[in-house]
């Protein structure tokens, strides 16, 4: 059993090593001038916060990462507030309402989630296009406004809520609507409150949509101006502005996701916030 327990352990460690060191290292170079990132060294032997000045002033390639962070802030709190006010009432809809074809418009909802994503893109290009949006926040913005793992996660607890909260409601003169807004609403705050940090990080990180509908470093997010910063193939590329880039826009989503795992964690079980 010791032993069992040793080598589980020991492969637990090694997996954790096979995570961790990447970031570590991606930390401790971004401190580091530009000449140790090409001497072998495993640690910096000499440090600056040099690269973070050039991030928040003038990162190169006419990109701004404190305008490409704005961007992303931009367009994360509309999604997110899009996505709570379509989702919750499509997955009450799909949960709790009985209406003809309920069952099929939700598979059909769910294919799209089934679907590679690179299959929309020259659709939703086209659609952006023709209305005038692409190289705008708005055109990031529209196609991310309602997601279906959120109506997937909202509809699976709506289902676990007892009827006879419902039923006890409508006996007292509830409608339809005070149902939804005063009952299951309030009921739903953890898994609602999941799909939201979830939206968030997935705005924030979306990088294949962004870098189609976008051409300016002006109007870029975070994910594709550091890109478009690591491309640079001139001999001037500082790769330690680069990292000190990555970090710099990842420690928003970073502290999100420590402040928020508790309300992950809760909200993706079916029956939580129901007593």
């Known amino acids: ?19 961790i060191l990447p970031v570590a ?36 390639r006419g990109v701004s990462i404190p305008q490409a962070m704005w961007n992303s802030t931009v367009i994360m709190l509309v999604q997110v507030i899009g996505v709570l006010l379509l989702d919750v009432p499509a997955a009450y809809a799909f949960a709790r309402l009985r209406f003809w074809g309920r069952d099929l418009f939700f598979f ?6 089934m679907m590679p994503g690179i299959l929309e893109i020259i659709s939703l290009y086209e659609m952006m296009s023709g209305m005038g949006l692409v190289d705008t926040r708005m055109g990031v913005i529209l196609p991310g406004l309602a997601r279906v793992i959120g109506i997937f996660i909202l509809r699976q607890f709506f289902r676990q809520v007892p009827k006879e909260l419902e039923e006890a409601a409508r006996m007292d003169g509830a409608t339809n609507f005070q149902v939804f807004l005063r009952i299951m609403v309030p009921l739903a705050a953890p898994a609602i409150t999941t799909v939201a940090i979830i939206t968030a990080l997935y705005s924030w990180n979306n990088f294949l949509w962004p870098l189609v509908i976008t051409n300016t470093p002006g109007s870029m997010t975070v994910p594709v101006a550091v890109s478009y910063l690591s491309a640079d193939t001139s001999a001037v590329l500082n790769y330690t502005v680069i990292l000190a880039a990555a970090f710099f826009t990842s420690l928003p989503m970073i502290i999100l996701f420590l402040f928020g795992q508790r309300w992950i964690v809760q909200g993706m079980r079916p029956t939580s916030g129901i007593k």
């Open 108 to 113: 059909a909802t769910l294919l799209t989630l």
């Open 25 to 60: 290292s991606l930390i401790l170079f971004s401190f580091a001038p530009p000449a140790e990132v090409l001497s072998g060294g495993i640690i910096p032997s000499d440090w600056t916060f040099g690269n973070y000045e050039k991030v928040v002033t003038d990162a190169g």
């Open 1 to 19: 059993m010791r032993r069992k327990q040793t080598l589980r352990w020991t492969a637990l460690l090694v997996i954790s090593l096979l995570w």
